[in-house]
């Protein structure tokens, strides 16, 4: 029987806010690598695209950069199981009479709400840009959008803390790490729309949960999504994000609670 305890996910949760906020470092890079997408891309790229739909392609491409800062930051979260192993943290939270589900659902809680930090600041940036046009509509969305972010980030921290669980090499991380992140954001739609690729191609995209991800902050930031998913395509993505956040969630935790150190 699961059994959590609000006192220590909080405190946990608040370590993981602490560690990322004193990481100035961790926030930079990583703005800066989504800033440079949109950069070279949105402006770059959206010159000679023009733009995909009824949109610019820079308005186009920027609900997909935000995610990728978020799965990001999400995944790569994962490393402070290992970090806090090597480094003798994880026993005294073990030894703590607390319930690891509740020490998992903090970490999880902690690194959601941090890479959810990053794709504010990406939203920000990419409105000043002039991705998306002011309006009521917005501002309604741009709300919407960071419960999206919340809920992304939450099923790929979970991700990220299950190979850190099963994981205990810093480099092995990386690696598998980078090997799993970047098929699915190449595969989420960030580039190119769903309907204009072959049929193989629009079947490995529609098994990318991070697709349903991106869908849903199109809807959000831009009032549409992809044609393919139809006028509820926003019902399925949430729905398809919602199943995979507790299938991932459940395994790490399940993965956590099985951590020997």
């Known amino acids: 029987m699961i059994q959590l305890q609000g006192q220590a996910i909080y405190v946990v949760l608040l370590r993981e806010l602490k560690r990322y906020w004193r990481a100035k470092a961790r926030i930079i890079s990583s703005v800066a690598q989504s800033f440079f997408f949109l950069i070279v891309f949105g402006l770059g790229l959206g010159g000679f695209i023009g733009g995909v739909g009824s949109v610019s392609y820079l308005s186009y491409l920027a609900p997909g950069i935000i995610g990728m800062g978020l799965i990001f930051g999400s995944v790569f979260s994962g490393v402070s199981v290992i970090f806090d192993r ?3 943290f994880m026993k005294e939270m073990l030894v703590a ?61 979970g ?52 697709f349903y991800g991106v869908e849903l902050l199109r809807w959000c930031l ?15 993505s949430l729905g398809v994000l919602a199943g995979f956040n507790a299938l991932v969630v459940a395994l790490g935790t399940y993965l956590f609670s099985r951590t020997e150190v």
């Open 86 to 88: 090597q480094f003798g």
């Open 222 to 236: 831009l009032g549409s999504g992809s044609p393919l998913l139809g006028p509820l395509g926003w019902l399925i």
């Open 97 to 157: 009479p607390v319930s690891r589900s509740s020490i998992i659902l903090g970490k999880i809680l902690g690194g959601a709400v941090t890479a959810s930090i990053q794709g504010v600041i990406l939203m920000t940036v990419a409105a000043a840009m002039g991705a998306f046009a002011p309006s009521i509509a917005l501002a309604v969305g741009a709300v919407a959008a960071v419960g999206v972010m919340l809920l992304i980030t939450g099923g790929f921290v």
């Open 159 to 210: 991700l990220g803390v299950a190979l850190g669980s099963i994981i205990k090499d810093f480099h092995a991380f990386q690696l598998l790490s980078t090997f799993v992140i970047w098929p699915l954001f190449m595969l989420s739609g960030v580039f190119f729309p769903i309907d204009v690729v072959p049929r193989p191609l629009q079947v490995a995209m529609l098994l990318d949960p991070m």
